[in-house]
């Protein structure tokens, strides 16, 4: 089955004091002022992510990357066989490029 890569986009990066308070409770396991400050976020597709729930490749709990995924450098599974994307800018910390995936 063929991975399909959809909704390419970049987003900018945010910060724990940009979120809404509905945002902020979402992600009540940064439980510390040091994660939260530490943490970075953006909004996608009606979402508020953090880059902490992003799995990168070639470590051993997460295996090879697929082909498909070669412009990404992590991702997020949000059901079987679907998620979202993330390639970190090179440049700077201030965009990341976003898409999501289905098979």
Request: aromatic share 18%.
């Amino acid at each position: 089955m063929a991975l399909e890569i959809t909704r390419k986009t970049e987003r900018p990066l945010i910060y724990w004091h940009e979120l809404k308070p509905k945002e902020q409770a979402e992600f009540d396991w940064l439980d510390t002022d040091e994660k939260r400050d530490e943490a970075q976020f953006f909004r996608y597709k009606k979402w508020t992510y953090c880059l902490d729930q992003f799995a990168v490749w070639n470590t051993p709990w997460t295996g090879e990357k697929p082909a498909e995924f070669k412009d990404f450098d992590a991702c997020h599974q949000d059901g079987f066989g679907t998620g979202v994307l993330v390639k970190l800018d090179p440049e700077g910390e201030d965009f990341i490029k976003v898409a999501s995936y289905y098979s």
